[in-house]
């Protein structure tokens, strides 16, 4: 029999202040996952979208909450809203909110009204069911699901997703998103992730290092226009002032791509990686915010605008299904 190293909860959290619009009258919980030897672990809340809430990690000397804080209770602002958040059927913006596909043209809600935009797709508040939660010697995770049927409009399809959040010894955290097109046509899908990482230290002094050689640019409305050559982070480099709000291509190495963030003042260094390839998150998003106190970095399969420029994009076929993961881990 194999000893249970790790210790799971749930615990219920008042409704959700969203805004008007997106409530969805289900109460919230949060679940929580420890690894009782390291203490690392990490809490979700499925009803808001099954996104992450805490996450633990340890460089060996002290344990860190390294994401962006939020009150889930009383959620006000837009970032708020995406902190932390997945981001799929489509990720970043939308121009306008319109598409076409397959000869038909769509509009999805335009939430971003000073840009004209749809952003972040249609599930970052939807109550995501539990389907299990697992507790092994090595191991331990929480499996959700949402079932998309045709809710908006703008994206008349029917899909299932399924996302595995997972706490492995001596690995740190990682993620599995799976999509099933149960549509009776092929569907359009992007997928990915919105963390905010908090390191506790102004982000100008973290150092940053990125595999990347392709700075996609935005217009005045965040829609991509161009791309330059940028390895300002192929190397480890303080941050410094830059600023960034980018879409970058991605140099996989095997089959994935390491990102790293680091604190040199805590000896705290951040590793995201993310599978890279066919169906995998090719990009990433890099976002500094103007307090400069957190920074975003977002693993994605499809550029930013993907169902309009198709950079990216995955089609599946009915019955066709797709999985990608990524992962955080401290050392």
């Known amino acids: 029999m194999s000893k249970n190293n790790f210790s799971i909860g749930r615990e219920e959290i008042p409704q959700s202040n969203l805004p008007s619009g997106r409530k969805n009258g289900t109460s919230l919980s949060i679940c929580t996952v420890v690894n009782n030897s390291s203490r690392e672990g990490f809490s979700v809340i499925p009803e808001l979208g099954g996104r992450l809430y805490e996450l633990y990690l340890s460089n060996g000397k002290k344990v860190y909450q390294v994401l962006r804080r939020f009150n889930p209770s009383s959620i006000e602002s837009r970032d708020d809203l995406f902190t932390n958040a997945k981001m799929c059927p489509y990720v970043g913006r939308v121009d306008r909110g319109k598409y076409v596909f397959n000869g038909n043209e769509y509009q999805l809600p335009v939430n971003y009204p000073e840009e004209g935009n749809s952003s972040h797709g249609l599930l970052f508040d939807k109550p995501f069911n539990i389907v299990e939660m697992k507790n092994g010697e090595d191991t331990a995770e929480i499996i959700l699901e949402y079932e998309y049927r045709k809710e908006n409009e703008g994206y008349p399809f029917d899909f299932n997703i399924t996302i595995a959040h997972r ?109 890279a390839g066919n169906a995998k998150y090719n990009y990433l998003v890099i976002y500094t915010p103007p307090d400069r106190k957190t920074i975003a970095i977002e693993p994605m399969t499809s550029n930013v605008n993907a169902f309009n420029n198709g950079e990216g994009l995955i089609i599946l076929e009915p019955g066709q299904s797709f999985d990608t993961s990524f992962g955080i881990s401290a050392f």
Request: charged share 30%; net charge negative.
């Open 167 to 275: 706490i492995e010894k001596g690995k740190g955290y990682s993620c599995v998103t799976k999509i099933e097109n149960l549509s009776d046509t092929g569907i359009p899908v992007a997928d990915g992730w919105h963390p905010y990482f908090d390191l506790n230290e102004k982000i100008d002094n973290l150092k940053l290092q990125l595999d990347s050689d392709e700075m996609i640019l935005t217009d005045e409305n965040r829609i991509p226009a161009s791309r330059i050559k940028y390895g300002e982070f192929r190397a480890l480099k303080n941050l410094g002032d830059t600023f960034l709000d980018n879409c970058f291509t991605l140099i996989p190495e095997n089959g994935f791509v390491n990102t790293f963030l680091i604190n040199e003042n805590e000896n705290l260094h951040l590793k995201i990686w993310q599978e």
